[in-house]
């Protein structure tokens, strides 16, 4: 389930709250509005439906911000494009709102990408010296998963790591559309097209940084919304 709720603000908007789960993917906010309600800046908040269940984009140009949400299989995905002194405006009052955009995964939910690979190399020997047993259907090896993510996801980046990663950990190939269709909402909302691909992981950031190196400060993407988020505006 996915929770945005947009504040209140002067005379421009009311309060809107929009609300999505998984197959419920509605083109309006929960009281059945399209837009900021009956205040003079109403059509400075708005959402577009793109794709009819799949896709839609909510502009907030009183505060500069564009957040776009994609159901991908049985998941939900979001970007969201804001300046950046609008996030450090919300990070002053409460910064829980926006942590995982600030800060990435928190370190007791980080699994290292390579011990999983290195876990997976010594089964692999572990059972062609036994016997031999069928592997499960969807069942993805590190040299299938990077193979299948290369069809969407050409650059070995950030994207496509988590997409291999989560192949190899779920075997479910709606996470490759999910870190490909993040890398396009990417390419949308993006003021530097020479800085899409991100390399460094948040986990080797120092503390205090808001993104990973080379990206545009006001740009932060969540690949996926895999439990209830919340996501709280001016």
């Known amino acids: 389930q996915l929770t945005i709720i947009f504040k ?3 005379e421009c908007v009311d309060q809107k709250v929009y609300q999505a789960e998984m197959d419920e993917l509605p083109a309006a906010f929960a009281d059945g509005s399209k837009n900021g ?5 109403a059509n400075s908040l708005k959402i577009t439906e793109k794709v009819s269940g799949q896709h839609i984009e909510i502009q907030a140009k009183y505060i500069g911000t564009t957040i776009v949400v994609r159901q991908v299989g049985r998941y939900l995905t979001f970007a969201v494009r804001m300046p950046e002194e609008v996030v450090n405006a919300v990070e002053d009052r409460d910064s829980q709102g926006l942590y995982l955009c600030l800060r990435g995964c928190p370190l ?3 699994i290292d990408f390579q011990t999983i690979r290195s876990a997976q190399a010594t089964e692999g020997r ?3 010296k036994g016997p031999s047993l069928p592997a499960p259907p969807e069942a ?3 040299e299938t998963a990077t193979a299948k993510c ?6 070995e ?6 997409c291999v990663f989560d192949l190899l950990t779920t075997g479910d190939v709606n996470f490759m559309l999910a870190a490909y269709y993040a890398f396009e909402d990417v390419k949308m909302l993006h003021s530097n097209k020479d800085k899409l691909h991100l390399y460094e992981r948040t986990r080797d950031l120092a503390p205090g940084n ?3 190196m080379g990206t545009h400060p006001t740009l932060w993407v969540a690949l996926l919304c895999l439990s209830q988020c919340w996501l709280s505006l001016l």
């Open 126 to 128: 572990a059972r062609r």
């Open 157 to 162: 980046d950030l994207y496509f790591q988590s």
């Open 37 to 41: 309600g009956d205040k003079h800046g």
């Open 108 to 110: 007791n939910q980080q």
């Open 140 to 142: 993805f090896t590190y």
């Open 150 to 155: 290369r069809e969407k996801l050409p650059v």
């Open 8 to 10: 209140s603000f002067q």
């Open 210 to 212: 808001t993104a990973p």
